[in-house]
């Protein structure tokens, strides 16, 4: 069995980075799943500090199997990037705990390279690359371990100079080599990171302003455009009695890809989204899109090509919503309702419809009617149950949010015969004025209504009279509904944006996040051929093989140079330095002295030939002996008390002389 040195520390070394990579995954794998991993890594680190022995394999292989039935129990086989996750970690973590060799230890620091990397699939923040760098430099340092007696202090520092050697090299190829289409590609995890849903439920909806994660950032070309943003992402146009859902005939409609609309001026901005299961992405108005990964469809919608688990930056180019007349189908099928509940609703909408000249003179009616009827908004409103839930909302409990009203609204509109459909995505934004940009977080989330009249298609949201506020900004600015978003909000720094140390720390934060998201992970293809365009031009696009040439060799040179470079002076051990002055100052007075003797030895026979130093060097011996012979400390008063000697010595020859 071939044995290692460091087991001890290398035991504990690979304990910790499990620990650290579980806490990764605690967003992302089950509870139980997690304690059980941690558990795992806790009892490998009691072990180690307590030299007590391993399991046996048969003690081993029981927990294994009882740690298999519950990872597929709790994950199951629908997610099977998750799935292979979690197998890898297991698998690790049980390696761990039976390790003994020096081949155990090598798979298990080349698989946790893999575990490392495995984190990129759910998290590519900032903070996640530095953490992970951070345990990839541990790793390293584990893996020279194995090869070395170091301490983990000093591999640790030279596997840092490595990742920092080759770091700028790094960025080279990143800025200057081509961008080639990668070979193979794992399916993202099924992250359930956006709220939104292609069924409109009111209480679903609700349920967002609880999440603070960050959905997307947009930032627009310039100042011209204003608030409310509606970020469109679905369209629902089917109401079953209860919510409204996307029809099969309007999901193959919204297959067919955008057409060139001849409505007013454009919009150019462009979006950093983050990873999502789902496949729509967001845009106001009318949107297309000339990324490469991102498709725009017949009503104006974004989706994404095909599935990528990590951050997409795309450019939007936005039109106001259609003008164009709808034909009779259209017409008949952004009116149907063919469900008979809800009376009170369908006799209200008879009413204004009655009172109204045209669809926009109805629109204008509705909007009064919730002006002036006591509705209100709300985070957390009655529960309502039954197959009259919208009557029960438009003259009972008046008190709902978003879904409510867009829900009720569509609903009286269709019963009205007037199109309209419900779209669901976000309203508005926090705008971080540093760097000119808005950041939409799950809470701002947000269902209103398209509604067709003589004008196309116009926005209908009850939310511009019933909580005009909620238009300008983010939910979380909002005063009105502060004390409620406060209380339904997670546990984060939102929730304490009302301490400006910390509003600030968190603004600060996100203005770094942003900046990684949009330089590095936006990095792509066309970034980079921008790039060079700015640096080289068109003309002189040649320059950038010989650029990169020429930076690859002077990478070389200059770490050939490093590697072969004088080493520096090994640092004397204590005493040794005084030791050869006074040698230096014996040749310098012909005082002779033995050549083969021990040091000791040497200094006595020194002081014999110079009497009128005797007591000096003696006390100078006595002091050697103590430090370099019974290795009592070298402390700060023994080293003056040695630099006097030498000086004294110095002194008592220059004066008898």
């Known amino acids: 069995m071939n044995k290692i040195k460091n087991q001890r520390v290398i035991n504990f070394s690979l304990s910790f980075i499990y620990l650290g990579l579980v806490s990764f995954f605690i967003e992302h794998l089950p509870l139980p799943f997690i304690i059980m991993l941690s558990t795992l890594c806790g009892w490998n680190i009691y072990l180690t500090l307590k030299y007590k022995q391993k399991p046996n394999a048969w003690l081993a292989n029981g927990l294994a199997a009882i740690a298999l039935i519950i990872m597929l129990s709790s994950i199951g086989f629908k997610d099977t990037v998750v799935l292979f996750v979690a197998m890898l970690l297991l698998s690790c973590v049980f390696k761990l705990l039976q390790a003994k060799t020096k081949q155990h230890y090598q798979l298990i620091i080349t698989l946790t390279f893999f575990s490392l990397s495995a984190v990129y699939l759910f998290s590519q923040t900032i903070f996640t690359t530095l953490i992970i760098s951070t345990l990839y430099i541990l790793n390293f340092a584990v893996l020279g371990l194995l090869e070395s007696s170091h301490s983990l202090k000093l591999s640790s520092k030279q596997s840092a100079k490595i990742i920092f050697l080759a770091f700028p090299l790094a960025v080279v190829l990143l800025i200057f080599l081509p961008k080639l289409p990668a070979f193979w590609q794992l399916p993202g995890p099924k992250m359930a990171q956006t709220g939104l849903s292609e069924q409109v439920d009111p209480f679903d909806i609700a349920k967002l302003s609880n999440s603070d994660e960050l959905v997307f950032r947009a930032k627009f070309d310039n100042n011209s455009t204003t608030p409310p943003y509606y970020w469109r992402a679905i369209v629902h146009d089917e109401f079953d009695g209860k919510a409204w859902k996307t029809s099969s005939f309007l999901k193959q409609a919204m297959m067919l890809p955008s057409q060139n609309s001849s409505n007013g001026n454009t919009t150019q901005y462009s979006i950093i989204a983050e990873p999502a299961m789902a496949d729509w992405l967001y845009g106001l108005g009318y949107a297309s899109s000339n990324n490469e990964n991102v498709v725009s469809n017949s009503v104006g919608l974004l989706r994404k090509k095909q599935y990528k688990s990590k951050v997409l930056k795309y450019s939007v180019s936005t039109k106001p919503l259609s003008t164009k007349k709808l034909n009779s189908v259209e ?88 199109p309209a459909r419900v779209v669901s995505g976000y309203l508005g ?217 030498i000086k004294l010595i110095k002194s008592i020859k220059q004066r008898n002389l």
């Open 331 to 418: 017409q008949r099928f952004y009116k149907t309702l063919t469900v008979s509940n809800n009376q009170k609703s369908y006799q209200l909408a008879q009413q204004l419809k009655n009172r109204s000249a045209n669809a926009d003179e109805l629109f204008n009616k509705l909007l009064d009617y919730f002006s002036q009827n006591s509705f209100s908004y709300t985070l957390t409103p009655t529960p309502m149950r039954g197959d009259d839930t919208l009557d029960q909302f438009m003259f009972n409990n008046k008190r709902g949010f978003c879904g409510h009203y867009a829900s009720a609204a569509a609903f009286i509109f269709r019963s009205a015969g007037v």
């Open 429 to 645: 934004g926090e705008h971080n004025q540093n760097n000119d940009y808005i950041t939409v977080r799950q809470y701002d989330a947000h269902a209103w209504v398209e509604v067709y009249t003589n004008a196309g298609w116009r926005i209908f949201d009850a939310t511009a009279v019933v909580a005009p506020e909620r238009l300008n900004g983010s939910l979380s600015q909002s005063a009105a509904l502060n004390d409620e978003f406060k209380n339904n909000i997670n546990f984060g720094l939102v929730s304490l944006s009302n301490y400006a140390a910390i509003n600030w720390l968190r603004l600060e934060l996100e203005n770094l996040d942003y900046q990684w998201s949009s330089w590095v992970l936006g990095f792509d293809k066309n970034k980079q051929q921008d790039l060079l365009a700015s640096l080289f031009g068109n003309t002189y696009v040649w320059l950038v093989p010989l650029g990169v040439i020429i930076v690859l060799i002077l990478s070389f040179s200059a770490y050939f140079i490093y590697i072969n470079r004088p080493k520096a002076t090994t640092k004397q051990p204590p005493l040794v330095k005084e030791y050869y002055q006074i040698l230096s100052w014996a040749n310098k007075h012909t005082i002779n002295y033995p050549e083969n003797a021990t040091p000791i030895q040497t200094l006595q026979h020194i002081s014999q030939q110079a009497p009128y130093a005797e007591q000096q060097i003696t006390a100078f011996c006595h002091l050697f002996e103590q430090v370099r012979y019974a290795r009592q400390p070298f402390t700060k008063e023994r080293k003056n008390q040695a630099k006097d000697l």
